[in-house]
Every structure is written in structure tokens, then in C-alpha cells.
């Protein structure tokens, strides 16, 4: 496979690696999410499946993202991805708020 740029520790690489640790992150909150089954009931499945899917979004986009951030080294172009920070920051806001009534409205 052939590098899209000589430079291996330019920017694609450290941010698909930071996209890597939020994915590796959603996946964790996913799994302690399943702790609160047992005390919270089925509600919490949603706040699982919620951090999944996110991950997976992650996922799903990280080799197109990859091929623009390599694409704009060689243009001088490169552009935020403004889109995926904004839907993951809405992901993990809608997983606070529903975790928050989780705890407080929820029975034990």
C-alpha cells in the first residue's frame, strides 16, 4: 500500500489518532453503561446503543477524513472537519443529558 504523503507523523496521522482515542472512548462509556442495566432497567440500552452508533460513525468516516487531511498537505488546503465535531459534541451532550436522567429520575 502506498503512502498518500512521505511524512508519517503529519497531521492525518494525529488526528485520526485522536479520533481513534474518542471511538475507544464511546466504546468504553458503552460498556459501563451496561453496568447500570441491573439497577436502571432497559432505558439504559438506549444510552448504549447511543455511544455505540457514535462509535461506529467514527468508524465508518475515519479513511474519508484520513484522505482529506492527506489530500490538503498536498493542496495547502486542508479544512476542519466542522461537521464530526459537531455531531460527536451532540452525541456525548445527548448521552449526558440522558445518563443525568438515568440517575435522577429513574427507580432503583
Excluded: C, K, N
Excluded at 38 to 56: D, E, K, M, N, R
Aim: proline fraction near 5%; avoid cysteine.
Amino acid at each position: 500500500m502506498s503512502r498518500p504523503h512521505a511524512d508519517p507523523g503529519l497531521q492525518p496521522e494525529r488526528t485520526s489518532l485522536a479520533w481513534g482515542r474518542t471511538m475507544m472512548a464511546m466504546i468504553v462509556a458503552s460498556l459501563l453503561f451496561l453496568r447500570w442495566l441491573p439497577a436502571h432497567g432497559w432505558f439504559t440500552v438506549i444510552l448504549v446503543l447511543v455511544a455505540l452508533a457514535t462509535s461506529l460513525a467514527i468508524y465508518a468516516s475515519q479513511r474519508i477524513r484520513y484522505s482529506r487531511g492527506a489530500a490538503g498537505l498536498h493542496t495547502g488546503s486542508g479544512r476542519a472537519d466542522v461537521g464530526a465535531v459537531f455531531w460527536t459534541s451532540g452525541a456525548v451532550v445527548a448521552l449526558g443529558a440522558l445518563g443525568i436522567y438515568t440517575v435522577l429520575f429513574l427507580p432503583l
